[in-house]
């Protein structure tokens, strides 16, 4: 089955670590993203990537940092320096320029600093 | 100002019942405007997608848009108990891959 697929489902990290959430894709997409959802705040764009080794900043990139070494896969780091980091986090991924039938998000990780 | 506002309600209706859900934008250069349905705890699924501006029906969902008013509407006749969801409208530009969201209504709909 073609999809996007995120984990882990649930991540529980102390303050001040580091804490790297995974997002791969089989849907040969090129564009990948990675949105942050708080309540009453809806999705908030975190990175962009469009092509593999390339990536730019969305609307709250301070705290987060992306990779985007293979076409599959785009992870993203919470560090220590995200002042707020308890949210859930949506991985999506898109063909670029094909309208937005083409974008599709995975199934989520809540991440909860304790 | 957002660049896209919708209210977060919640929203309760008896099953049956026509709901309408609406967005406003203040960004003249949106040319595509999405409905999100998001159950609980899970990813958004697109539910349908208009560009530019009119109505596009799809079963008991039909999109409006209205560019000069720079408002969208969902409605969704004979609403059902597994309609109860968050919806998420959402925009982007002709040539951007950013999609600006609004924050969501929720949305019960008692059998």
């Known amino acids: 089955d073609g999809g996007i697929t995120q984990s882990p489902k649930y991540l529980f990290r102390k303050e001040g670590q580091n804490v790297t959430l995974s997002c791969e894709q089989n849907?040969?997409?090129?564009?990948m993203y990675w949105y942050r959802q708080d309540p009453g705040q809806g999705l908030r764009l975190i990175y962009y990537s469009q092509i593999v080794n390339d990536f730019q900043k969305g609307d709250i990139a301070e705290g987060y940092s992306v990779s985007r070494e293979k076409k599959e896969s785009f992870p993203l780091t919470v560090t220590s320096a995200q002042k707020n980091p308890t949210a859930f986090y949506l991985c999506?991924?898109?063909?670029?320029?094909?309208?937005?039938?083409?974008?599709?998000f995975g199934p989520g990780t809540r991440l909860t600093v304790l | 100002q957002k660049e896209v506002e919708q209210d977060p309600g919640p929203l309760s209706v008896p099953e049956g019942a026509i709901v309408s859900l609406n967005c406003t934008y203040s960004?003249?250069?949106?040319?595509?405007f999405m409905w999100y349905r998001q159950y609980s705890r899970k990813g958004p699924e697109l539910l349908m997608y208009t560009y530019s501006s009119g109505n596009k029906e799809d079963g008991r969902f039909t999109a409006q848009v209205d560019k000069s008013s720079k408002y969208i509407s969902l409605f969704i006749r004979d609403s059902q108990p597994s309609d109860s969801a968050t919806y998420l409208c959402?925009?982007?530009?002709?040539?951007?891959?950013?999609?600006?969201f609004g924050t969501g209504t929720s949305l019960t709909v008692i059998p």
């Open positions: 960004n003249s250069a949106f040319q595509y």
């Open positions: 959402a925009m982007s530009t002709n040539t951007g891959n950013q999609f600006y």
């Open positions: 999506a991924s898109s063909i670029p320029g094909r309208g937005p039938d083409t974008q599709y």
């Open positions: 849907l040969n997409h090129d564009a």
